[in-house]
């Protein structure tokens, strides 16, 4: 058996080119900004493919050279879409500016280094090599949310379609005589356009994986949040609640619970709509999300009923963390709603007899009743 260059390469578009239609077809219009990301980069990847293929075709130098630099061009900017698709998915990543300096770079340089031959395959192969090598280490680093294995599977063709390139990029530089073109028979072309054609297909597979578990993660925060307010509702409750409340008994850390329910409602709804009920929620919510740090868990527990854990927080300053709260509705509800607005409080400190969230959960609902009971529009515990 005997592998062609020639043949590699025209199979390698063949697939690429079936990918690039297919895929805009299968992924549908709406998309994530990265699935798009992913997506454009193949297209554009197809595209400066097929314009090397024609640029060894071409007679008059300047189409030649021309071609040859788009071709360069497309290869840069796919793979700084494909670090755009990656920053989305697995959140920042280091070597964005670098990466896309690269992408303008490649083609530049090759154009100006286009009579060399040597140089200008040294320096495209170069170039693109050291993108590969960002795009490596992006899939990996900082962890992320999304922890599919689908990033080892794209590290592995970023990997060996970086070692391959840097190979080939030797062999135009100091030994053009055993590379003397895109379809040169060398082993390491050879294996080039071999591996060329498993990475496009493996990649591809890896990035349809990471876009459904994008939207499976999306799916999991939607039910987990109330819609009215984008707080947590009682299942993301129950989910964040209970790590953060075991993490706080484990370590025997301050833990505190604040049940809050909002005053009157009913008269609200009565009285002004549901629309204006609605309303009022919202506006708690928002002066909730606006005074929570990273570590407390906030929900709407149901109707006008609304929770906060707060880690290391003492009975002191969950005190003051409320009268902040109540401060800020009595200048925000008359200005926001056009009526004021309160609300009482019920507070539990995590005890040694609370064995689960739920035991602190009773005892800050108890002391909502008292702050009910005593008049309203306080904090009880
Ligand atoms: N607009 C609106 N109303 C809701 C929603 N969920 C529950 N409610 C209403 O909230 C009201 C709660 O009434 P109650 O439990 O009597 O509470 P309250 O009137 O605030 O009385 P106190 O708590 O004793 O001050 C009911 O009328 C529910 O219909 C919602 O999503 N939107």
């Known amino acids: 058996m005997s592998l062609d260059p020639q043949t590699l390469l025209v199979v390698s578009v063949t697939n690429l080119l079936a990918l690039a239609v297919l895929l805009p077809v299968i992924m549908g219009k709406r998309l994530s900004p990265a699935a798009r990301a992913a997506r454009l980069s193949l297209i554009v990847h197809a595209g400066a493919w097929i314009a090397v293929i024609l640029s060894e075709q071409v007679a008059p130098d300047w189409a030649n050279r021309l071609l040859s630099t788009l071709s360069m061009a497309g290869y840069g900017t796919s793979h700084w879409l494909l670090f755009r698709a990656l920053s989305e998915w697995l959140g920042e990543r ?38 590969l090598a960002i795009l490596c280490y992006a899939t990996l680093r900082p962890r992320s949310a999304l922890r599919g294995s689908w990033r080892f599977a794209l590290l592995t063709c970023f990997a060996t379609m970086g070692v391959l390139t840097l190979a080939r990029g030797v062999l135009g530089a100091f030994y053009p005589e055993l590379y003397p073109n895109f379809a040169a028979p060398h082993p390491v ?31 999991e925060a939607l039910v987990l949040t109330d819609p009215l307010t984008t707080l947590l509702n009682r299942r993301g409750w129950e989910k964040h609640g209970e790590r953060t409340f075991a993490l706080a008994r484990r370590h025997n850390q301050p833990l505190a619970l604040l049940s809050f329910d909002l005053d009157h409602f009913k008269a609200i709804n009565d009285q002004r709509g549901h629309e204006a009920g609605d309303a009022a929620l919202r506006l708690f919510g928002k002066l909730l999300h606006s005074q929570q740090r990273q570590e407390d868990v906030v929900a709407r527990i149901g109707g006008e009923e609304f929770c906060a854990l707060l880690p290391l927080a003492g009975n002191a300053a969950t005190q003051r963390y409320d009268a902040r709260l109540r401060r800020l509705l009595a200048d925000m509800a008359p200005a926001e709603l056009g009526y004021p607005l309160d609300f009482s409080t019920g507070l539990a400190c995590l005890e040694s007899g609370d064995t689960t969230l739920e035991d602190l959960r009773r005892r800050s609902d108890a002391a909502l009743y008292r702050a009910k009971a005593a008049g309203r529009g306080q904090l009880s515990e």
Not at 98 to 125: E, H, M, Q
Not at 192 to 200: K, P, Q, T
């Open 189 to 219: 072309n050879v294996a080039s356009l071999l591996v060329a054609n498993v990475a496009m297909v493996l990649a591809n597979v890896s990035l349809l994986v990471a876009w459904r578990e994008e939207a499976e993660l999306r799916l």
């Open 94 to 131: 280091a070597g964005g500016r670098l990466l896309g300096g690269l992408a303008i770079a490649l083609p530049i340089g090759y154009l100006l280094l286009f009579d060399s031959y040597s140089a200008r395959v040294g320096w495209a192969n170069l170039l693109i090599a050291l993108q």
